[in-house]
C-alpha cells in the first residue's frame, strides 16, 4: 500500500525531518569521524590529506598503548565488580513483593536523574585525606595516619562503580524478572541441584542480561572523562581523556578519532554478542 | 535466606545514597574547610545565589534544557509515530541508527558533533549545544512513545480513517491524546538529561554560552568549592521532582 507523497503529506513530512535528522546530525558526524582517522594532522583546517594509517600506528605507540590498556584494566574491574555486586541484588530485588518492588525501582533510577558530576564530587568529600572515610577509620582506630585514598586507580574505579551500578542492575533485574518459576521447578524436579540449575539453568537465561549490563557499563566505563580529572588524578587516565585532550587541546583530530574508533568498534563487538546469545535462547526456547 | 537477601539490598542502597546524604548535609555546614563540621548555615546558598556567573549559568542551562527538551518530543514523537505506523524502506536502519546513538559512549556522539560543527564553521554556542542535546535525547523520547504505543488498539485510528480523517486529523485527534503521557514523560527525561550532561556539552559548547554542568566541572577540579555543594542539592532537588512527576503521569495513564 504504497500511496504517494501528493495522497499523504504529513506522512512525508514526518519521515523527511526524521531522516534529515539523522543523516545530519548522526550519519554525517560519523562518517567524518572515520574519514578524519584516516587523514592527516593540519593546525588550520584540523584534517588534511594525504589519507594515511598513521593515527592506528600512533595508537600502538607504547606510550598511549600503556594509557589505554590502563583505562581498559579499570573498565574491566569496573564492570566485573558491578557484576558481582549487581547480579545476586537483581535476583534479590527480583524476589521483593510486587508493591515494594516499585519503590525499589524508582531509588534505583533515580541517580539516572541526578548529576553525575554532582555525585561524582560527593565521592570526593569522603575520600579526601582529611575527608570522612579517612576520619572515621582514624576515630575508629583502625589506621594511625590518613590513607591515601583519593588520586588512586582505586579511587576511579569506585567511582566508576558508583556511577554505572544502576545501568548493570537493570537490565539484570528485568530477566530475572522474566525467569519463570517453573523453569527452575522442572530443573529441581529433573533432579538437578541447586548448584546445576545455577549453572545450567539460570546463567544460560540471563546471559543476555548480564551481556547488556556490561555493554552498558564496560563502554562508559572507558569514556566517562570527568572521573579521572575529579578522583584520579594525572596517573590514572581513561580512553575519554585522551580523546578529549586530542580533540581540545593539542588538535590532533585523526589520533583522537582514531581513539574514539576503538571504543565504537567494541561497542559493536559488545552488540553483536548480545544479539547472539538473545538469538540462541529464542531458538532454544521456541 | 530471606533476612540476609533483604540486608544486602539495604546495604547496597545505603551505599549508593550515601554520598548525596553527604553532600546535602554539608550544604548546609558552616565551616569554610569542608570536611569538619561547623553549624547549621545557609552561607554557601547565599554566596551561590550573590554569584552573578553562576546564575546566569544557571538561566542558560535552564533555557538550552527547556528548548531541548521541547524539540526532542517533538521529533522524538512523530519518529515513534513513523515507526509504529508507516511501512517504508529504510526503517529497520532508522531504528538501528537510533539504538546506536543510545548505546554509544557520549564521547563519541561529542567529537563527532564537534567535527561537524567546526567543519561548517558553525560558531559553538547555543546553536550547537541545542542540536547536540537534541539528538542525544531523541532516542529516549522515541523509546518512551513507542512503549505507549505498543499496548494501543490498533482499530481506533482505522476507525478514524473509515469515518474519513485525513492522516493529520487522525494523528491529532486520535494518536496525540492516546500518547500525551508519554510525551510529557519524555519531556522531563529530556529536559533532565539535558541539564545534567557534561560529556556532549564539553565538547561543543563556547564562551559564548556557558551553562551550569560545564561551571560545575571548572570548579570541582580543583579542589573542593563548598558552594557546589549548595548547587548540587538544589540540582537534586530539582531533578526527584521530575522523575516524580514522570512517574506520576505514568502511572495515572496506565490506570
Known amino acids: ?286 | 535466606m530471606r533476612w540476609l537477601s533483604r540486608s544486602y539490598l539495604a546495604l547496597v542502597y545505603l551505599l549508593l545514597y550515601v554520598p548525596i546524604i553527604v553532600l546535602v548535609v554539608f550544604s548546609f555546614n558552616d565551616s569554610r574547610t569542608g570536611y569538619s563540621w561547623g553549624g547549621l548555615s545557609l552561607r554557601w546558598y547565599e554566596s551561590l545565589f550573590n554569584n552573578h556567573a553562576m546564575v546566569q549559568a544557571m538561566w542558560n542551562s535552564l533555557w538550552l534544557a527547556l528548548t531541548a527538551a521541547t524539540v526532542s518530543t517533538l521529533i522524538g514523537a512523530l519518529t515513534a509515530l513513523a515507526l509504529h505506523r508507516y511501512r517504508f524502506r529504510g526503517k529497520k536502519v532508522l531504528n538501528g541508527m537510533l539504538f546506536v546513538v543510545m548505546m554509544s559512549p557520549e564521547i563519541v556522539l561529542a567529537i563527532s558533533l564537534l567535527g561537524l560543527f567546526l567543519l561548517l564553521g558553525l560558531q559553538l554556542g547555543y546553536v550547537s549545544l541545542l542540536l547536540a542535546h537534541v539528538t542525544f535525547c531523541l532516542p529516549f523520547v522515541v523509546i518512551t512513545v513507542m512503549a505507549r504505543l505498543a499496548g494501543f488498539d490498533e482499530r481506533l485510528p482505522e476507525a478514524a480513517r473509515d469515518l474519513g480523517a485525513s492522516d493529520f486529523t487522525m494523528t491529532r485527534t486520535v494518536l496525540i491524546p492516546v500518547i500525551m503521557p508519554a510525551l510529557m514523560a519524555g519531556w522531563l527525561l529530556g529536559f533532565t538529561l539535558s541539564m545534567d550532561d557534561v560529556v556532549v556539552s564539553t565538547f561543543v559548547s563556547g564562551p559564548s554560552y556557558e551553562i551550569l554542568p560545564l561551571r560545575i566541572y571548572s570548579m570541582v577540579r580543583v579542589g573542593l568549592k563548598p558552594e557546589v555543594n549548595a548547587l548540587g542539592t538544589l540540582l537534586l532537588v530539582f531533578s526527584l521532582v521530575m522523575l516524580m512527576m514522570s512517574q506520576w503521569i505514568l502511572s495515572r495513564s496506565k490506570q
Open chain 1, 1 to 286: 500500500m504504497m500511496l504517494s507523497i501528493k495522497q499523504q503529506p504529513f506522512r512525508a513530512a514526518v519521515l523527511v525531518l526524521v531522516w534529515g535528522w539523522l543523516l545530519f546530525l548522526v550519519l554525517a558526524p560519523n562518517m567524518l569521524v572515520v574519514g578524519a582517522s584516516v587523514m592527516t594532522r593540519d593546525p588550520s583546517t584540523f584534517i588534511a590529506l594525504p589519507l594515511n594509517l598513521d593515527a592506528y600506528r600512533q595508537l600502538f605507540n607504547p606510550l598511549y598503548l600503556e594509557v589505554f590498556l590502563h583505562s581498559l584494566y579499570m573498565a574491566v574491574m569496573t564492570t566485573l565488580i558491578c557484576l558481582l555486586i549487581g547480579y545476586p541484588f537483581a535476583w534479590a530485588l527480583s524476589h521483593v513483593e510486587k508493591r515494594r518492588q516499585m519503590l525499589l525501582i524508582f531509588l534505583l533510577i533515580v541517580p539516572f536523574w541526578t548529576n553525575s558530576l554532582v555525585r561524582t564530587y560527593a565521592l570526593k568529600l569522603i575520600l579526601a585525606t582529611n575527608g570522612l572515610l579517612n576520619s572515621a577509620l582514624m576515630s575508629l582506630g583502625v589506621i594511625e595516619e590518613p590513607a591515601q585514598l583519593l588520586y588512586t586507580e582505586g579511587a576511579v574505579v569506585v567511582g566508576l562503580v558508583y556511577l554505572l551500578l544502576p545501568f548493570m542492575i537493570l537490565p539484570l533485574y528485568s530477566v530475572f524478572e522474566d525467569l519463570r518459576q517453573d523453569v527452575l521447578l522442572a530443573s529441581h524436579d529433573l533432579g538437578a541441584g541447586r548448584f546445576a540449575t545455577f549453572t545450567n539453568v539460570i546463567i544460560p537465561l540471563t546471559l543476555p542480561g548480564v551481556l547488556a549490563g556490561v555493554m552498558l557499563v564496560l563502554l562508559p566505563a572507558m569514556g566517562l572523562f570527568f572521573v579521572p580529572d575529579i578522583l584520579g588524578g594525572s596517573r590514572n587516565l581513561l580512553v575519554g581523556n585522551v580523546i578529549k585532550n586530542q580533540f581540545l587541546d593539542a588538535r590532533n583530530w585523526p589520533f583522537g578519532a582514531a581513539a574514539s574508533i576503538v571504543l565504537t568498534f567494541t561497542m559493536a563487538l559488545l552488540m553483536f554478542a548480545h544479539r547472539l546469545s538473545k538469538r540462541r535462547l529464542g531458538e532454544e526456547g521456541a
